[in-house]
Structures are given as C-alpha cells and as structure tokens.
C-alpha cells in the first residue's frame, strides 16, 4: 500500500509541476500579445476643426451651418413646424444657401469660410446664430 501511495504523490506532484509550467507558459504569451497590441495601438492624432474655441451656442451655429442642417425657414417648413418657408427678407425659400451669399438680413460667407471658421464666418454666426 505504501509504495502506491508514493507512486501517486509522486505522479500528482509531476502533475502539479507540469500545470504550473503550462501557466507560465500562457501568461507569457498573454503578456507577449499584450505588449504587441500595445505597440500596434497609435495614439488618437484627430484635432476638432477650426472653430473649437468658440462658445457652445456659437459652434452649434457653426456645425449646424456646416452640416446643412440649420434650422432655417425651409427646414422646419419641411419639418411641417413653420407654415412657409419664407426669408424675413422677402425671398420664398430661407435655405442654408440663401442666407450663407444672398440674404440681406446678415452678413455672408462662403461654405469655405465656415469649414476654416474666419472672421467672415464668425461674423455670419453671431448675426445668425439665435435666427436659425
């Protein structure tokens, strides 16, 4: 009896030995894959476009200009939340467009101003941005 208790410590402490190897084994290649992703991962290089110190009530204006989704005449006529979609101005449609080069409430600017935010377009916003 004594000799096949020998036998099985011995064979659960090879037992033992050989799962503690296979550990280590896989928490080096864990770590191996870790450093790996860690290397691969490039740090964020994106930068918010021009215009990023304005005020919030600016830059809304501001996006909202850029995207086309401005809450003109036209817009919330299309929406069915305004019954026409005349410009204070006279001009049947207030779109982006018109007010942005036609309108002759406010200042203008170009859809290129806008994108780098200048003077021209800052200007536009603060006229505009408690009307749209």
Known sequence: ???????????????????????????????????????????????????????RKDWVTLNRARANVGMTASTLHKWKLRPDSECPCGNQNQTKDHILSECTEGPHCTDQDLRDCTDAAQAWITHWREKI
Do not use: F, T, W, Y
């Open 1 to 55: 009896m004594l000799i096949i208790s020998i036998n099985l410590d011995a064979q659960h402490s090879a037992k033992k030995k050989r799962n503690a190897q296979n550990n280590n084994i896989v928490a080096l290649h864990v770590l191996q894959c870790l450093i790996s992703l860690h290397e691969a991962i490039q740090p964020p290089k994106e930068q918010l476009p021009p215009g990023r110190e304005l005020q």
